[in-house]
């Protein structure tokens, strides 16, 4: 099901809502906030991992999403922010994010010391969402910041500072996604601390869409409205999910990778269009693999 059939939006007492299966989001339409996202294309799950989401950001509870690369993590959160009129972080906690960064920190000029907030400190003040890309990936220090703000207490503590006690604005928002650690596939990640899981109320595993709503998102995504086309596409990219799940291959195929194939080839050949959206992204060995699926099929 496409975005216009799953959301409504319905107006009750002056207020707007969005609605998403069986719960209500008010649309935050005093935000002019410069990090609402552009209009989004979402085909939505018939799992309902939207809807869960949005239990998430109705309930004020920071959701975390596990998937593989592309599933439309990142998209899902997205997309109720910008439906929503709300201003989206996005931080990759790969490891270079700091403290600093993080938090804030202390620079100095011809006045003196001045404090500079970090993009968390910021978001909880500003009133906008934050997705924590890579969580499981964190150095341990952020982590350790994250607790006092999972928690009950709701606050984070700026210690290097003056010890400030920052509270979140009430439209604030936190998600935090990550690949599936158990896999071993995606390198510098882990599995992610018990402590800091459980800090999370609602965690939502996303996996890609059955074929039908795969083939529409595609068709959605890239322009290319050649159905039989992108059937064939979105076959190769199940097909190869498949010989990654029995490790005969150890790239990925996303849904992404099948829209920017679908996209080349619109203006070249649909195989010179994978040698430079699929093959060249993969190793020798993986490549040999997908080009024989790919053969299957054109």
Known sequence: MSDS???????????????????????????????????????????????????????????????????????????????TNNGLRRVNLNGATTVDEFLGKLLINEQGTYWVDGVLVDAMQSGDWILLDEINATLPEIAFCLHSLLDDDRMVVLTEHDGRV????????????????????????????????????????MDYLPEEQEIEAVILQSGNTDRDLIRLM???????????????????????RVVEWARMAMYFDVRESAQYTVFNKLSAYDAEIVEDIIDLYF
């Open 5 to 83: 059939g799953a959301n409504t939006l319905n107006v009750s007492e002056g207020t707007q809502y969005v609605t998403v299966g069986s719960v209500r989001i008010p649309v935050n339409a005093s935000s002019t906030s410069e990090f609402i996202p552009r209009e989004q294309v979402y085909v939505h799950s018939e799992r309902g991992d939207l809807e869960k989401l949005a239990y998430g950001v109705a309930q004020n509870l920071p959701v975390l999403l596990i998937g593989e690369t592309g599933v439309g993590k990142t998209l899902a959160v997205r997309y109720l922010a910008w439906k």
């Open 166 to 205: 920052v509270r979140p604005h009430p439209n604030f928002r936190l998600f935090a996604s990550m690949n599936p650690s158990e896999e071993g596939r995606y390198g510098g990640t882990k599995r992610l601390n018990e402590a800091l899981l459980d800090r999370f109320p609602v965690v939502i595993r």
């Open 234 to 256: 979105v076959r190769v990219a199940n097909d190869v999910r498949d010989a990654i799940h029995h490790e005969k291959v150890f790239g990925s195929f996303s849904t992404r």
